[in-house]
């Protein structure tokens, strides 16, 4: 893509860019994510809390775009050029390792799509599910270092699959829509429907069945507060892609069009969201929602419409999950090839073959892949904990993003002759700043441990760039925050072969 103004990106195009970039996986699985967490009204908290939060970082990167127009090396540059090399350098590690831990969410729901056609699939953590995964893994590859760096028909068959399923779900729901169910759901505790015998009536389309046995009223209902904290990581990850058009800003034809394009793809995906979500409170009870596989929106439809339903919703999730895993897979690869020309990785990860692709960089990005999907064999919630472990790691980076917007604003540094936007800017960097630290906090020590383990050990690769450049490795206060990384690592692995943290 050149800056040429025949090349230039409209505001539609920069609109279904972000579109395309926040619709993904996550989305297919709302119903029974949200379903075991919380009920109709935690649901409304969580989405209005996640929604002005990550429509306050939508703001950073645009106003990041504009005033720091020179940093342009991906997301990771902006923590560098704030705080530092090995802040810089961790941004980069967690933005990359959470895009690979996306992945393999990616073929996990796959296989779990698969599974209810093929039991042999399970959940898509069983072996013959890692082994078909693996070979499209690595078919995947083949392709990459061929130099498939953008294929349009692919992109467009993926956006297609992955609106018109969503539409048609949304709409048989609308129909399908029933009161009385989502008034029972609606503060999310268990025991509201102690007899059973009094939701007879509910049954019009058979799914009251696996409720009845699930609702005990001597289950204590869980805290508004704790239900809404169950659902922050979730939130997060089908957020993930929300900078899409701040990335390519400088291909708008209108700098004005970056920050409409975010605002208005992130209504459009941020209602899609919501629908989904309140309106499968409205036709299965919280139980069913909770006990269906994933991905849970092909069995609320098909709890609606039959069996075609779920066919319906799967072949659309698979195309689309596979678009998106090439547009992924190739955006990790980038990550280190970015940071490798940034001096914050080692320069072999700069290297391109000779057809212009980063082939270490996707060596390294393809084999951390395949570790993980070995590791989910050993996971009994893999789909969950590649969610929100990807949530938790890219966390980091959006807080430094937020943090550095804070930072320009405090300082007041690009705004010396500026001074209108100074103070709104600063209030929207202070609310992105608190709600990336909130959502670590809901996401829990867990998986806070559990990205040491990735951000401790990853470090070695800060110390060879380092070492290549003739460079101090660490200030004082970067060796500071090594050392607590590293203990936290080695507490996590603790927890874990004690099995304190369960995968």
Request: hydrophobic share 55%; with cysteine; aromatic share 12%.
């Amino acid at each position: 893509m050149t800056s040429s103004s025949t090349n230039k990106l409209s505001l539609w195009s920069l609109t279904a860019l972000v579109v395309g970039s926040m619709i993904g996986a996550g989305i297919f699985s709302l119903p029974a994510t949200f379903g075991r967490a919380t009920g109709g009204f935690g649901a409304i908290i969580a989405w209005c809390i996640a929604g002005g939060g990550m429509l306050m970082l939508a703001f950073v990167f645009q106003t990041l775009a504009q005033r720091k127009p020179d940093l342009d090396s991906g997301v990771f540059i902006y923590a560098k050029e704030g705080f530092g090399d090995y802040l810089g350098f961790a941004s980069a590690l967690g933005f990359w390792a959470g895009t690979c831990i996306g992945n393999v969410s990616y073929f996990v729901l796959i296989k779990s799509t698969l599974g209810a056609f093929f039991p042999v699939f399970g959940d898509g953590n069983t072996i013959p599910a890692v082994l078909v995964a693996s070979v499209i893994l690595w078919a995947f590859h083949i392709l990459v270092l061929r130099g498939v760096k953008s294929a349009a028909t692919i992109n467009t068959i993926a956006t297609i699959a992955k609106i018109l399923p969503i539409i048609l779900f949304v709409v048989v729901l609308i129909f399908a829509f029933k009161g009385d169910v989502f008034a029972l759901n609606f503060w999310g505790a268990p025991q509201v429907a102690a007899n059973v015998g009094d939701l007879s009536h509910l049954n019009d389309y058979g799914y009251v069945g696996h409720a009845a046995a699930a609702i005990a009223p001597t289950v204590e209902p869980e805290s508004l507060f704790s239900q809404v904290r169950s659902t922050m990581l979730v939130t997060v990850f089908v957020f993930l892609g929300i900078e899409g058009a701040s990335v390519y800003s400088r291909y708008a034809k209108e700098r004005k069009h970056v920050g409409i394009a975010t605002v208005m793809g992130f209504i459009g995906v941020l209602c899609l969201l919501v629908l989904i979500t309140m309106l499968s409170y409205g036709v299965m009870l919280r139980p069913d929602l909770a006990a269906l596989r994933q991905p849970s929106m092909a069995g609320v439809l098909e709890a609606i419409v039959g069996r075609w339903g779920a066919i319906f919703i799967s072949v659309g999730l698979i195309v689309s999950v596979l678009g998106a895993y090439l547009s992924w897979s190739l955006l990790a690869a980038e990550v280190l090839f970015s940071a490798a020309k940034s001096k914050s990785m080692p320069r072999v990860f700069g290297t391109e073959n000779s057809n212009a692709v980063p082939s270490s960089a996707v060596w390294l990005t393809n084999i951390t892949i395949q570790v993980f999907l070995i590791l989910t064999l050993f996971s009994q919630y893999a789909f969950q904990l590649a969610l929100e472990l990807t949530s938790s790691l890219t966390l980091i980076p959006y807080l430094l993003v937020g943090a550095y917007g804070l930072k320009l604003a405090w300082s007041g540094e690009t705004y010396e002759n500026d001074k209108t936007d100074h103070k709104k800017d600063l209030i929207i960097a202070l609310i992105a700043t608190f709600y990336s630290l909130l959502m670590l906090y809901a996401g829990g020590m867990k998986y806070l441990l559990l990205s040491a383990v990735i951000y401790g050990p990853g470090t070695l690769l800060y110390i060879m760039a380092k070492r290549e450049q003739h460079a101090k490795v660490f200030t004082p206060a970067e060796m500071g925050l090594f050392i607590i990384v590293m203990v936290a690592a080695v507490v996590a692995i603790y927890n874990i072969a004690t099995g304190v943290i369960t995968i």
